[in-house]
């Protein structure tokens, strides 16, 4: 119990020091470039140096420092550093200064540290959190002459350098601080110590990894991951220099973030914005191999992923599937009413979203014109409630003025939930602000309701019809065939029991994660579908299967830690719901917004996020009204819709 304990908590310590060390370098490129702007200006505002600042320092060196040389070191680099532009030259000119020219307006002392922090910089970089790590690719291509050469010397001095430092910051801090009357141990060394501490745990974990890794026969065990979702993107990272090969294999090569898949089908975001080739995220993981295939089925007996063009076999096999939609064994609505699950959906349904516009145009009567003008959204969970927001925006504020015919803001939306309230996960006073703010963008919500009916012009509500063209799905989701693969029985929604380990019980070395795997790990309860969920259970099972790989104790049960649940209606408008604190409103939104860019892959992407919503925001503007679809909806020889058998659904009724 004692060990499985400590393996917890180091597992947990390496996971927080991981995620604290990009903010810590931040932190101090941040503290240095004010401290040593603040010594610039006192050094042009012609302070005096004392003699113990000189100290040693010659006189010719002194002179250098009221240069021009001196006073553009002090100028520039301090600027470079905040922001992470050429970190490393700018902490070696800043370094220069430090050491050799004498710095007005600070404590003697002072220097030291300063100089020990731009070491560190000079040693490792600036982090991720910096334009250098951002330009890095394009830096390494670059035509520049010696671009390329300075980015790989960066990296051995890295590798080369950062043990010696280590150790020579440790040395110092604990051997000769004391004897130079350094006792008390300042923030500032403070912060150097946490560095080094997390960087020496980083260096002995990639030097434990190696020796294994050196000390297994070949092959390596191998570790399939089946699924680029957020679960098995979490799993394939988490095995990083372990000493295993992994194979992830998706149907797709690229890794969606799903949670604002609606704006693009709502034509507020691109495709690109929310997807990242997945070989690109994972291109300096050396032990992982890319495949780009469909998994057909699963040879438990032999252990073998059975391909539509081959078979891979495998040690340990990941399922991180994910969910498709659920109809509810009605799967002939589909056709009428698509769902959204990925980019080819989000895309299709732009596409029938625009052209029922611009089909409202050339409608030649009016009932035609009404049909296409009414969209309905079956389902109101959150992916429902904000579709129907965002199509009551685009309707309101994105379309104003583009068309001749007709005015968009009389579109007809309409939100239909089985239950008797929206956001069923969500407190029940967060689900009457949400349809508050629903129904004061203009949607019609009808909860309590069933649809029993979906055709081409029709939709059957609780035997009332709604003439209807254009028809959205977000009512339920369906896992995966994993279950079916594994010839394993699976709950209604199809997910794949799972023990405490999220180990299939009786499949040796099979795991599921995500929307694919049924955990009673949320206090008894099933975990939620969620994109944390399925990152949580990914990195889970990478520390599960390290543990096996290395023979360490096995960490303990899953526990899912639920972050809080968050939905947007639209502008200024959104619910949050994190246990005992709850907000709703115009906090609710930008939290929300900060939330998605924060989990979004990719720092291109999460420009161009907020550079699109800043604009929307501004201006009521979307940028992507693209239809990519070159068919017309209306099918062949459509005039009008036919009248609607049974009495109407009537607007504003629930």
Same mark, same amino acid.
């Given at each position: ?418 239950s008797p309230r929206l956001l069923a996960a969500f407190p029940e006073a967060l689900s009457h602000a949400a349809r508050a703010a629903l129904e004061g963008l203009g949607v019609e919500v009808h ?85 944390? $969920?399925?990152?949580?259970?990914? @990195?889970? !099972? %990478?520390?599960?299967?390290?543990? *096996? &790989?290395? #023979? +360490?104790? =096995? ?11 968050? $939905?947007?209606?639209?502008?200024? @408008?959104? !619910? %949050?719901?994190?246990?005992?604190? *709850? &907000?709703? #409103? +115009?906090? =609710? ?19 161009? !996020? ?45």
């Amino acid at each position: 119990m004692l060990t499985d304990l400590r393996h917890g908590m180091r597992a947990t310590i390496g996971t927080l020091a991981m995620s604290m060390e990009p903010w810590l370098w931040l932190l101090i490129r941040l503290w240095l470039a004010r401290a040593l702007i603040a010594a610039g200006v006192h050094q042009m505002m012609g302070l005096p140096v004392s003699d113990a600042m000189i100290g040693w320092r010659p006189a010719l060196l002194h002179e250098l420092s009221l240069s021009t040389f001196g006073i553009a070191i002090q100028a520039v680099c301090p600027v470079l550093l905040g922001v992470g532009l050429f970190t490393r030259l700018a902490a070696a000119g800043l370094l220069v200064q430090v050491l050799f020219l004498p710095v007005a307006g600070v404590a003697p002392e002072l220097p030291l540290l300063w100089a020990a922090l731009l070491l560190a910089l000079v040693v490792y970089g600036a982090g991720s959190i910096s334009l250098d790590r951002l330009l890095r690719r394009g830096a390494y291509r670059s035509a520049v002459p010696g671009a390329a050469l300075i980015v790989a010397l960066s990296g051995r001095i890295t590798r080369y350098l950062g043990p010696v430092f280590i150790a020579a910051v440790l040395g110092f801090l604990l051997i000769s601080r004391p004897r130079l009357g350094m006792t008390a141990l300042t923030p500032g060394w403070a912060l150097l110590l946490v560095i080094v501490v997390i960087r020496a745990v980083r260096w002995l974990g990639a030097w434990r990894e190696r020796t294994l890794a050196r000390a297994t026969p070949a092959p390596l065990p191998h570790v399939v991951v089946v699924g680029g979702g957020f679960g098995g993107i979490s799993a394939a990272r988490g095995l990083r220099d372990a000493a295993c090969r992994v194979t992830l294999i998706d149907r797709r090569n690229h890794h969606l973030f799903q949670p604002l898949l609606y704006q693009v089908a709502t034509a507020s975001l691109a495709p690109g914005d929310i997807a990242t080739p997945i070989r690109e995220m994972l291109r300096r993981q050396e032990n992982v191999r890319v495949l780009l295939g469909e998994v057909t089925g699963i040879d438990a007996t032999d252990k073998a992923v059975v391909l539509n063009r081959g078979r891979i076999p495998y040690d340990y096999l990941v399922l991180a599937t994910g969910a498709r939609h659920s109809y509810f064994g009605r799967d002939e609505w589909a056709e009428f009413a698509p769902g959204l699950k990925s980019i080819e959906d989000a895309t299709a349904m732009r596409a029938r979203l625009l052209r029922a516009f611009e089909e409202a145009e050339t409608a030649e009567t009016d009932a035609a014109r009404q049909a296409w003008l009414t969209f309905v959204i079956v389902g109101g969970g959150p992916t429902g409630v904000e579709l129907a927001g965002a199509i009551a925006e685009l309707a309101t504020h994105g379309l104003a003025g583009e068309f001749r015919s007709f005015d968009p803001s009389t579109a007809r939306i309409v939100l239909i939930e089985a239950s008797p309230r929206l956001l069923a996960a969500f407190p029940e006073a967060l689900s009457h602000a949400a349809r508050a703010a629903l129904e004061g963008l203009g949607v019609e919500v009808h909860t309590g309701k069933r649809v029993e009916v979906v055709e081409a012009d029709v939709v059957v509500v609780a035997g009332q019809s709604l003439t209807a063209r254009t028809v959205f799905w977000a009512a339920g989701v369906m896992a995966s065939p994993a279950a079916k693969w594994l010839a394993v029985s699976a709950d209604r929604a199809g997910r794949v029991p799972v023990g405490p380990d999220l180990s299939v019980p009786g499949m040796d070395g099979v795991f599921a994660v995500g929307d694919t795997a049924l955990s009673l790990a949320w206090n008894g309860q099933p975990v939620p579908g969620l994109a944390p $969920a399925a990152k949580q259970s990914g @990195a889970y !099972v %990478a520390r599960a299967i390290r543990a *096996r &790989l290395t #023979g +360490a104790p =096995a960490p303990a049960p899953f526990r899912y830690r639920h972050l809080g649940s968050l $939905a947007t209606i639209g502008r200024q @408008a959104a !619910v %949050a719901d994190f246990g005992t604190i *709850r &907000l709703k #409103g +115009a906090l =609710a939104w930008w939290l929300w917004g900060a939330v998605h860019v924060g989990f979004l892959v990719g720092g291109r992407n999460r420009v161009t !996020v907020m550079l699109d919503w800043l604009w929307a925001y501004l201006t009521y503007r979307r940028g992507t009204g693209l239809i990519t679809e070159s068919t017309s909806l209306a099918p062949p020889g459509f005039v009008e819709p036919r009248p609607a058998p049974g009495p109407a659904l009537e607007p504003g009724k629930s």
